[in-house]
């Protein structure tokens, strides 16, 4: 995802090179999903919210590593390209209602100079 790749024709190696990482990630989640435990508790809601830098006129900035850096906070993580960021949002409980929840994030602005 995100990268331009050079290569516009597969072999068959290729392919089954691609088969086996793909069953090897759907075994690891398939570990996940059915460990003991997995989903036990009280329900929570959690989000990632996706973030595009811009300057005021809508200009791309690619800043994200610096914006990152400054907000200082572990749930900004980096994105594809040096334009945007992605927050992990940290998960409030599911009731009684997600977005009334006090440490529910509604907005930020972080000004760069």
Known sequence: MGRDLPQRDFTDE???RFRARLRASLGL???????????????TLGAELEMFLV?????????NEEVRRAAADPRLVLEVNRYN??????PVPL???????????TNATVQLQ
């Not at 398939?30 to 009280?42: I, Q």
């Not at 300057?55 to 800043?63: E, F, Q, S, Y």
């Not at 960021?85 to 940290?90: H, K, P, S, V």
């Not at 009731?95 to 994030?105: C, G, I, K, N």
Request: aromatic content about 2%.
């Open 85 to 90: 960021l992605e927050a992990n949002l940290t």
């Open 95 to 105: 009731r009684p209602v997600p977005s009334t929840h006090p440490t529910l994030p």
């Open 29 to 43: 989640l398939d570990g996940l999903l059915t460990s003991p435990g997995f989903g036990a508790g009280e329900p």
């Open 55 to 63: 300057t005021r006129d809508g200009v791309p900035v690619p800043r």
């Open 14 to 16: 290729d392919r089954e």
